[in-house]
């Protein structure tokens, strides 16, 4: 069976961690929460004690089948959990994995967390092992409209509240990143106001010392601009993070080559290149103009 990695907490809500479980993907805060409830879901299904196995260099694979039948000392139930940090297994790899349709799996739970591996599902081994008495969880990349689902998701699970322009200073924070917007929302869950609607100036003063936001905050207000707000954000940013040149040139060299393309792309091709550098919502209107930013006869 295959199922999506977002999908993953409610599914073990409500079935049984299988023998074998297999999880990959392109996006690793999915991957990370889809780990975290498989191994809960186990420990719940009373396999209670859990080893872990790294398949770096020296580990033998051909005691992997041992693994699996050996009993436990200090548990009836045991669940391993196999992490894989390569992008291909090699034939010894495979042929392992392989063999362990064979086994029973009477007191024993195999999580595989192999988070690089580049198309398993078209190698033999994975069709082989993985019928449907076991588990594949995937996640994929998140386009923008996949991508503010999730954020809009975990506002509404943290119960947090934000103005349009709140919402969209977020989104450009996040820069399609899911791990850097969870970890806003969460500090966003914390603080004495989170119980507030959010406005765009308070999410701003919340978020203020979190390294990214400073720098797209500089980033936003040069394309907007608003010289007086670039300077008093570069002064504080001098300030207090003498360490944020290099993340500062990133964010300027990004937006002036979103610009160069848009301003020699046609107008029916500008929504591609928005998703390519993964701009959202209002910050479209500010880049889709770059004839007002540049100097004249540019």
Request: with cysteine; hydrophobic share 40%; proline share 4%.
């Amino acid at each position: 069976m295959n199922i999506k990695a977002e999908q993953a907490p409610a599914y073990f809500q409500n079935v049984e961690c299988p023998p074998i479980t297999l999880i990959y993907g392109a996006e690793p805060l999915l991957n990370l929460e889809a780990l975290h409830a498989a191994k809960q879901r186990a420990k719940d299904d009373g396999f209670s004690e859990r080893q872990r196995l790294d398949s770096g260099s020296g580990f033998n694979w051909q005691q992997l089948g041992n693994e699996i039948d050996t009993p436990s000392l200090f548990s009836p139930k045991r669940l391993i959990e196999l992490v894989i940090e390569d992008k291909n297994l090699n034939k010894k790899a495979a042929d392992a994995l392989s063999a362990l349709s064979g086994h029973q799996f009477k007191h024993t739970r195999l999580i595989i967390y192999a988070p690089d591996l580049e198309k398993p599902e078209s190698k033999a081994w994975v069709k082989n092992l993985f019928t449907k008495d076991n588990l594949v969880i995937q996640s994929q990349t998140l386009f923008p409209k996949a991508f503010a689902k999730q954020i809009e998701q975990r506002l509404h699970h943290a119960k947090l509240h934000l103005t349009e322009s709140a919402y969209v200073r977020l989104m450009d924070y996040s820069q399609g990143n899911l791990l850097a917007g969870q970890q806003a929302i969460d500090r966003l869950a914390i603080h004495p106001q989170h119980k507030d609607i959010i406005s765009a100036e308070l999410l701003v003063d919340l978020l203020a010392d979190m390294s990214q936001f400073g720098a797209f905050a500089l980033s936003d207000a040069l394309i907007m601009q608003n010289w007086l707000e670039a300077y008093h954000i570069a002064c504080r940013l001098e300030a207090e993070r003498n360490n944020e040149a290099v993340l500062i040139t990133w964010s300027l060299h990004r937006d002036c080559t979103v610009m160069l393309q848009l301003k020699n792309a046609i107008p029916k091709d500008h929504e591609s290149i928005f998703k390519q550098y993964r701009i959202f919502y209002q910050k479209k209107g500010i880049t889709a103009k770059p004839q007002g930013i540049f100097p004249a006869g540019f």
